[in-house]
């Protein structure tokens, strides 16, 4: 089937479990305005869907010699144990624990009860759920390493900005980056579309915009 056919199946399945909202008006952490938006929390509460989009991704890396599945972040580990569930060679699932330090940089951290799974320099496939800056995958990457271990691969549901990639093989599901736009230059704005609160982000550390609860 054509790539570009997959993965419209592939985004109609997430849109089908509430995580893909398109044709309203949402305000990013950044500041920035979009028609669309992806909430990662509700990315995996579907378990058929997630089981089934796990089996693409272990499908995919099907013919690598993987050891371990790791992941970070409650969604992605969930679709991490399906991917670990459907590989050909079962490999372990662990996962890192993400926190951000006192400049507000996000960290990833290895519970010690599963570095015990770093002996032998094991081949690691990276999971994750919705990659957007990249700085958790590479966080990741960083943790693999520091433990002796090799990357093999990074899967992953959507990836949100294209311009992010890796140097190790990369896989994601869905490759959608949806315009963005300044307040001033918002099309939504411009027509009086209300601001969607419900999906509303929270701002970053270095940004605090001021959210209207309707256009003027």
Known sequence: MDAEILERINRGI????????????????SGRHTQEYVEKALATTEPAFTEGLGDVIAK?????????????????????????????????????????????????????EFRQYFIGYPKVLI?????????????LIKLVKSFGGTVVGIGTLWRRIRKVNFKF?????????????????????RRGMPINREFLAEPSPQKSPRVRTRAN
Do not use: W
């Not at 997430?14 to 952490?29: E, Q």
């Not at 999971?127 to 966080?139: A, C, L, N, P, Y």
């Not at 869905?174 to 736009?181: K, S, W």
């Open 14 to 29: 997430i849109h089908r479990t509430g995580a893909y909202l398109t044709n309203d008006h949402f305000v990013l952490s």
């Open 127 to 139: 999971v994750e759920d919705i990659v957007t800056t990249g700085e958790t995958v590479k966080g």
């Open 169 to 189: 093989p990369f896989f994601t599901l869905v490759d959608r980056e949806f315009p963005t736009y300044t307040p001033k230059d918002c099309p939504m704005c």
């Open 60 to 112: 995919h890396f099907a013919e690598e010699p993987i050891d371990l599945i790791l992941t970070t972040g409650y969604g992605a580990s969930l679709l991490g144990h399906c991917v670990a569930r459907a590989h050909p060679l079962r490999p372990r699932f662990i996962y890192a624990n993400k926190q951000r330090d006192d400049s507000g940089v996000s960290q990833v951290t290895l519970p010690r």
